[in-house]
């Protein structure tokens, strides 16, 4: 069956430390993995997309890896601010692209 | 700002009611998508439109028929609604193997 897992649901920090952010997926055959950051009220926002073939890929203070062995990937933020405040979802894609899988979303809270 | 205009950004309507939501995108992209979001749950694909012709229908109540006048414009017609179908409703759009682009959606209450 095709799934996409995300944890933790939720998660609390502090402004200005890491957090790494977690999506497991079990989907066939595999097109792409991509990041969304999604504010409350507001449309989700690409942050990065990754193929098959990439390891690693940085947008700012947003690095995504991805292992296409295990079937994992990951989201690490650096330095978080307040605005990081928000809801992160994993969107893996198959069949050619357009049939794609949401994760349920990790709702990440940053503290000041 | 999105590249991806939804309008209206509200709407309240009555279970007898017809209304349509308008999405337009101008990036050239040949794919787009309705997608229903319930609070805190991610987005739910409703139906896409490739090549202004529709590929993908997940199964929705009749209730809501998808029309995508040409390249750019996708609207999502409203009749007859449940107060269960009150939700987020995002339009998004992209080339094949490529991010989607979202607006910010239209906030549906249905009375």
């Known amino acids: 069956k095709n799934q996409v897992e995300q944890s933790p649901q939720s998660l609390i920090i502090l402004e200005g430390k890491n957090c790494t952010l977690q999506?497991?997926?079990?989907?066939?055959?595999?097109?792409?993995l991509r990041w969304y950051k999604q504010d409350t009220g507001r449309g989700p926002v690409s942050l990065t997309i990754?193929?098959?073939?990439?390891n690693t890929k940085s947008n700012g203070r947003y690095t995504a890896t991805l292992d296409a062995d295990t079937k994992q990937s990951s989201l690490h933020i650096t330095a978080s601010q307040l605005s990081d405040s928000a809801s992160y979802i994993c969107?893996?894609?198959?069949?050619?692209?357009?049939?794609?899988?949401f994760g349920a979303g990790t709702r990440l809270f940053v503290k000041a | 700002d999105t590249e991806v205009t939804q309008t209206p950004k509200h709407l309240v309507m009555g279970m007898t009611n017809k209304k349509s939501l308008k999405c337009e995108q101008h990036?050239?992209?040949?794919?787009m998508y309705w997608y229903k979001q319930k609070a805190k749950k991610p987005p739910e694909l409703m139906f896409v439109?490739?090549?202004?012709?529709?590929?993908i229908n997940e199964s929705v109540p009749s209730r809501f028929s998808p029309e995508c006048p040409n390249s750019s414009l996708l609207n999502l017609h409203l009749h007859a609604l449940q107060p269960e179908d009150s939700a987020l409703y995002l339009c998004?759009?992209?080339?094949?193997?490529?991010?989607?682009?979202f607006g910010n959606g239209t906030r549906l209450t249905v009375t």
């Open positions: 990754m193929t098959f073939s990439e």
């Open positions: 439109y490739s090549y202004e012709k529709l590929s």
């Open positions: 969107v893996v894609s198959y069949t050619g692209g357009f049939k794609t899988i």
């Open positions: 990036m050239g992209h040949r794919a």
């Open positions: 998004a759009s992209s080339q094949v193997n490529s991010p989607l682009h």
């Open positions: 999506c497991n997926y079990t989907v066939s055959p595999f097109s792409n």
